[in-house]
C-alpha cells in the first residue's frame, strides 16, 4: 500500500518554481522518500531520493522535513517538458521483506503552462 | 535509464493465445521487476525475481508466469490472455540497498 498523499493536481508556469508536497506521516526510520515521474505514459523516470537530509541533483531539490512526516519536490525552473505525474514513494533503506517493490500510489499530475 | 528494454513495445493479440514480453538489462541488476498500469490502479506488482532461477508473485499474479534463467533477462508469459490483461506493462531493475530502481519503456498489450 502506498504510504504517502499527494495533492490530485497542481500547475505551474514555465520558469518558476515548481513545489510538489508529500505527506508521509507514518514513515518509519528506515524508509527513504524517492520521487519518481512519469510522462505520458513512458516508464517512471527516477529524479531524486533521501533518507533525512535535504538532496539536490541536476534535475530537482528534496526538503524533507526535521520530523520526517512531509517533503516537498522542487524542480526550480519549471519547463514545458516538466509536466508529468510526479510520484512520491516512500520505501525501506534495506531488502526487507518488499525485496525492494516500489508502491505508487496515484500521483500529483503537474502541469506546466507557457 | 539504466539500459533496461522491453520487447515488443507494442502488441495485438487474441483471447486465447499466449504471450510472451521480454524484459532486458545491462546493468547486472540482481532484482527485476514487472508491473501492470491501468486507469485508475497506478502500478501494480506482478512478478519479481530476486536472482536467476529466483521469483515470486506480487499483488496481480494470476494468469501470469515468470522465468529468469539469465541475470539479465525477464519474461512475463500470458499463458492464455483475457482481455482483463490488456494493459501496459512496464519492466523495472534493481541492484538492491540504497541504489535506484530503474524502469523500461513500457510495452502496451491489447488483446482482442
Known amino acids: 500500500d502506498a504510504k504517502t498523499t499527494q495533492p490530485t493536481s497542481m500547475d505551474c508556469a514555465e520558469g518558476r518554481a515548481a513545489n510538489l508536497p508529500c505527506n508521509h506521516s507514518t514513515i518509519s526510520g528506515n524508509e527513504y522518500v524517492y520521487w519518481y515521474r512519469q510522462i505520458h505514459s513512458q516508464g517512471p523516470q527516477y529524479i531524486i531520493h533521501?533518507?533525512?537530509n535535504n538532496e539536490t541533483n541536476e534535475m530537482a531539490s528534496l526538503i524533507i522535513t526535521e520530523d520526517r512526516k512531509s517533503s516537498t519536490l522542487i524542480l526550480p525552473h519549471a519547463t514545458l517538458r516538466d509536466t508529468a505525474v510526479y510520484y512520491c514513494i516512500v520505501r525501506p533503506s534495506d531488502r526487507g521483506s518488499t525485496l525492494g517493490r516500489l508502491y505508487f500510489g496515484r500521483g500529483t499530475q503537474l502541469t506546466v503552462w507557457p | 535509464d539504466a539500459g533496461i528494454t522491453q520487447s515488443p513495445r507494442h502488441k495485438v493479440t487474441e483471447t486465447g493465445t499466449p504471450v510472451t514480453l521480454r524484459c532486458h538489462q545491462t546493468e547486472n541488476h540482481r532484482y527485476m521487476y514487472w508491473y501492470r498500469q491501468d486507469p485508475g490502479h497506478g502500478l501494480r506488482l506482478i512478478h519479481y525475481s530476486y536472482g536467476v532461477k529466483d521469483t515470486d508473485k506480487g499483488e496481480v499474479s494470476d494468469g501470469y508466469s515468470v522465468s529468469r534463467s539469465k541475470t539479465e533477462d525477464f519474461l512475463l508469459t500470458l499463458e492464455s490472455a483475457t482481455s482483463s490483461q490488456t494493459s501496459v506493462y512496464f519492466c523495472a531493475s534493481w541492484a538492491g540497498k540504497g541504489e535506484t530502481q530503474y524502469f523500461g519503456p513500457g510495452t502496451r498489450l491489447l488483446v482482442l
Open positions: 533521501g533518507l533525512k
